[in-house]
Nanobody, 126 residues
């Protein structure tokens, strides 16, 4: 099994920055893509960014491109989401997710991810 634990959420003002962390443990050798999703109240869970474990290639949703950045620390089995220039519309619960290799290259659909964290709340006030 694989376990993901997110942290780093909080309440910030528009224009501020936050860094989310996701510690991954368990049978990680089967994993290939790490991603962040977010879900605002009353809305669907949307894909934000994905990173391929082997190549480090990334893909971002248009809404966060240029403001958010995903990174990883292999030694700590941790994936990060650096969020800059935050906007009120970034308010959501943020979820870390990982996909097995057979899911394809940089998948962006929720059903393509095999393991999920419990989520961390990010609230951006105007």
């Amino acid at each position: 099994q694989v376990q993901l634990i997110e942290s780093g959420g909080g309440l910030v003002q528009a224009g501020d920055s936050l860094r989310l962390s996701c510690v991954i443990s368990g049978r990680t050798y089967t994993l290939y893509t790490m991603a962040w999703f977010r879900q605002a109240p009353g809305k669907e869970r949307d894909w934000v960014v994905a990173m391929a474990d082997g190549t480090g290639s990334t893909a971002y949703a248009d809404s966060v491109k240029g403001r958010f950045a995903i990174s990883r620390d292999r030694a700590r089995n941790t994936v990060y989401l650096q969020m800059n220039s935050l906007k009120p519309e970034d308010t959501a619960v943020y979820y870390c997710a990982v996909a097995k290799a057979e899911r394809g290259y940089l998948p962006s659909r929720r059903d393509q991810y095999d393991y999920w964290g419990q989520g961390t709340q990010v609230t951006v006030s105007s």
